[in-house]
């Protein structure tokens, strides 16, 4: 299947400071990419769509301006933490669909880790 | 046997018996379905998926099941092997380009 891989696997920041995390498809290019969050022992719960060249669409209740999204290419989108604190802990995954290859099937990332003290 | 708590529902098996993970799915216009595993501290790996003109598909060991009037959706793994133990996912599109929505989990622990 598609590889979408993810940059840092883990993070440890001040509360205050701001964090990014890339997401990168790495043998296709990617329109719309996915942004999840998990809290432990919970599902994934979507945060926004991430769409090339324009801007992204957040789900109800995600702050666009604490968490900003930034997809400047085809193969690459970025999240950005603003001012974390300790409650935007969580696992940040990233998602993207192969427009090439099984069209309706969503790959995933490893993850990154968010730790705010 | 399988227990629903405050935490993720979990279904123990031994090892070399067959799995049944079940899933209610939320939306009846749903056109398409997916189970993932994810082991701890990684990101979903697609199993199977099913689209919604179909009531059953196969792959290597696995088997999905639709039942779209009652809206739900099953994983069956023949076999069980100790690598199988992670927490099951399904997940649904209600059409076209929507994102995915996850279902709630339920974590598979196979007794050696």
């Known amino acids: 299947g598609a590889v979408v891989s993810q940059h840092p696997s883990w993070v440890i920041c001040k509360s205050g400071t701001s964090v990014k995390i890339e997401c990168r498809s790495l043998?296709?290019?990617?329109?719309?990419m996915f942004w999840y969050r998990q809290f432990p022992k919970q599902s994934l719960m979507l945060m926004a769509t991430?769409?090339?060249?324009?801007?992204?669409?957040?789900e109800q209740g995600v702050e666009k301006d604490k968490f900003l999204i930034n997809h400047a290419s085809l193969t690459l989108s970025t999240l950005t933490v603003t001012s974390a604190h300790p409650e935007d802990s969580s696992f940040y995954i990233c998602?993207?669909?192969?427009?090439?290859?099984?069209?309706?099937?969503?790959?995933f990332g490893p993850g990154t880790r968010l730790l705010v003290l | 046997g399988e227990s629903v708590g405050l935490h993720l529902p979990t279904l123990s098996v031994q090892e070399g018996d067959n799995s049944i993970i079940n899933c209610a799915y939320s939306?009846?216009?749903?056109?398409?379905f997916i189970w993932y595993k994810q082991e701890s501290g990684k990101g979903p790996q697609f199993i199977i998926d099913?689209?919604?003109?179909?009531d059953k598909r196969q792959g290597q060991r696995v088997t999905v099941l639709l039942n779209k009037t009652v809206k739900h959706l099953s994983l069956q793994i023949a076999a069980t092997q100790p690598g199988d133990s992670a927490v099951y996912f399904c997940?649904?599109?209600?059409?076209?380009?929507?994102?995915?929505?996850f279902g709630k989990g339920t974590r598979l622990s196979v007794i050696a």
């Open positions: 998602s993207a669909r192969d427009p090439g290859g099984r069209r309706e099937t969503q790959y």
């Open positions: 099913i689209r919604s003109n179909m």
């Open positions: 997940a649904e599109r209600v059409s076209g380009n929507t994102p995915l929505v």
């Open positions: 939306n009846s216009a749903s056109d398409y």
């Open positions: 043998d296709f290019q990617a329109t719309t």
């Open positions: 991430s769409n090339e060249g324009s801007k992204a669409t957040y």
